[in-house]
């Protein structure tokens, strides 16, 4: 493994982890060898050793396998961060040291209505601010909720993630559920938007993967079963290097949640996936330009199918999108993390010019 270059640094998410489950966040340790064949070394951290300046070390053996020694490294030896947690990156000296992603984009993506504001205006259905710090708000929000075009409506948490704050309800019970947390004061910003209608996901969309991946496929089209086709997108200066994934909730009692879903690579006809690289594209485009001019970002774009079969934009993720892996998903596994390291390699020249 290279160790002329300044070590590259993967922050992945969970507390306390052992050496070994953290390699599941870089990809079982294939992102490892990844940034070493570009010539760099990538170090691992948790959230409470990075602000210590604890790092892991990996050593990949002759059969594959990765073993760890630990080093303490000065922020100012980092060439480049691979910031996986959710949040702002703020230890002392880290400033100067190019992350993927930004704190401000993390920033403008931590805000629903922000994003929509800034960014996604053009492509989301209207989302609408509701706050519940002010209780006689209550009649501006209650117009605010009739005005919607459809009978049930969509409350989320403004800086919420996924679909774990999703609320569906009736036009009524929403105004209802509103006021009794205007009572309280207690209850984050929500926004608010109108129920989403899904089709049927269009001909032409196919598994290439397993035999059951591809029976599933077929399952979810002619039952209407939810989906939802995910745009990866690496922004590495001009270039930008895309990757979809197809989601499928494989039973229809059960709403759309990472714990319930499946996740399959596809393939699709030209047409479709040239339109879905254009907007993901302009979205991408625009949110690093909100943001300040990012010139390296990791995002995933979520497309819908509406009752017409064309897609839409349901959410942006631009603070630290779950990543498929390559023992899942081989196809999108390999290219974005590939696309990562080749980013991350680039963050590292950009700063030792």
């Known amino acids: 493994m290279a160790t002329e270059k300044s070590p590259l640094v993967a922050v992945h998410t969970l507390q306390n982890t052992t050496p070994e489950k953290s390699l599941h966040f870089v990809d079982d340790g294939r992102l490892i060898q990844d940034v070493a064949e570009l010539g760099g070394t990538l170090v691992l951290s948790t959230r409470d050793t990075f602000d210590k300046g604890e790092y892991r070390i990996p050593h990949i053996e002759k059969d594959g396998t990765v073993q760890f020694s630990a080093a303490s490294l000065g922020t100012d030896s980092l060439s480049a ?17 190019p992350k993927l992603n930004a704190n401000e984009l993390k920033t403008l ?6 994003l929509y504001e800034k960014v996604l205006s053009s492509y989301q259905v209207e989302t609408h601010l509701v706050g519940f710090d002010d209780p006689l708000a209550m009649a501006s929000i209650a117009d605010t909720v009739h005005a919607v075009a459809t009978d049930r409506v969509v409350l989320k948490e403004n800086g919420g993630f996924g679909g774990y704050s999703t609320k569906v309800m009736e036009k009524n019970d929403a105004l209802s559920w509103i006021s009794e947390q205007l009572e309280t004061g207690k209850t984050p910003d929500h926004v608010l ?3 989403i209608m899904f089709g049927r996901l269009p001909d032409g969309i196919a598994a290439v993967g397993t035999p059951d991946e591809k029976a599933l496929v077929e399952r979810a089209r002619k039952d209407a079963l939810l989906t939802e086709l995910r745009m990866f997108v690496v922004k590495r200066g001009e270039d930008l290097d ?15 949640k990472g714990t319930n879903d499946d996740y399959i690579d596809v393939e699709m006809p030209d047409d479709l996936l040239a339109a879905l690289r254009f907007s993901t594209a302009d979205i991408m485009n625009r949110a690093t330009a909100a943001a300040g001019d990012v010139e390296f970002a990791l995002g995933a774009v979520d497309y819908y199918f509406d009752e017409q079969g064309l897609p839409a934009v349901m959410e942006a993720n631009f603070r630290s999108p779950q990543l498929p892996i390559t023992s899942e998903n081989p196809i999108a596994g390999r290219a974005l993390h590939k696309s990562i390291a080749k980013t991350l390699i680039a963050m590292s020249n950009q700063k030792e010019q």
Request: aromatic share 2%; net charge positive.
């Open 81 to 97: 961060l691979y910031a996986r947690p959710t949040g702002s990156i703020n230890r002392p000296g880290s400033e100067s040291v």
């Open 109 to 114: 993506a931590g805000s629903k209505i922000e």
């Open 193 to 195: 938007q109108p129920q």
């Open 242 to 256: 895309m990757v979809p994934i197809l989601r499928v909730v494989p039973d229809k009692t059960l709403a759309m």
